[in-house]
């Protein structure tokens, strides 16, 4: 069964203290992995998207990963502002499904 | 840039009411997607659309349907309200025809169904 599982559930970190969160998928054919931010009670803010295993893209202070099996956002010197929720997604399988992890809830404690 | 929106932050409807959720996309996106979210269990997706007049289901459609007139407006209708039901309800849309690309998503609407 394809999953897309993301570790931790939650993250406190202080400020400036870098950290990565992670998304493991298994999946057949992965087709694109994504990355959103979602603020309390507001919609998913796209990030990025990664299409091929080794492929990297930043953003400020966001930079996301991909490998064959899991992909890795760093969140480097963050600040209170980055506190969010982080959500993965994946497409995958012969009707391009997409499928969402959990989540992981990031606070950056001044 | 992208433009999703909901027609109701918030919304509080009873028990067996018909609930009418309006999505508008500005990006003449040719996929639509109605999710809800529920703490510990993510996203899932209830109904999408590749194009106008097209439906198909997700992975929890039961109590829901949709519409599609128009190729910027989805709309979700909850046939009679339940409690099961309470709920963030997420529209998104995206671009190109069934290769689904990155969805954008609007800001929520928040239901309570009492």
């Known amino acids: 069964e394809d999953q897309v599982t993301q570790s931790p559930e939650a993250l406190r970190l202080q400020e400036g203290e870098s950290s990565s969160l992670n998304c493991s998928y298994t999946?057949?054919?992965?087709?694109?992995l994504f990355w959103y931010r979602q603020d309390p009670g507001k919609g998913p803010e796209f990030l990025f998207t990664l299409y091929s295993a080794g492929e990297e893209k930043e953003k400020e202070r966001l930079k996301a990963t991909l490998t064959k099996k899991e992909s890795f956002l760093h969140i480097t010197a963050p600040k209170p502002e980055d506190s969010a929720t982080y959500l993965c997604a994946v497409q995958a399988g012969r009707d391009d499904k997409i499928i969402f992890g959990k989540g992981t809830r990031l606070h950056i404690l001044p | 840039d992208v433009k999703v929106t909901q027609s109701s932050r918030y919304l509080v409807k009873r028990t067996g009411e018909k609930v009418f959720l309006e999505c508008v996309q500005d990006m003449d996106h040719e996929n639509m997607f109605w999710y809800r979210q529920d703490p510990g269990l993510g996203l899932r997706l209830i109904y999408f659309?590749?194009?106008?007049?097209?439906?198909e289901k997700g992975d929890i459609p039961e109590g829901y349907s949709v519409s599609r007139e128009k190729k910027e407006r989805f709309s979700l209708i909850l046939e009679s309200a339940s409690t099961n039901q309470t709920s963030m309800y997420l529209c998104?849309?995206?671009?190109?025809?069934?290769?689904?690309?990155?969805?954008?998503f609007g800001p929520g609407t928040r239901l309570l169904v009492l």
């Open positions: 999946v057949s054919g992965l087709r694109g």
């Open positions: 998104a849309s995206s671009p190109q025809g069934r290769n689904q690309e990155t969805q954008y």
């Open positions: 659309s590749y194009d106008v007049k097209m439906k």
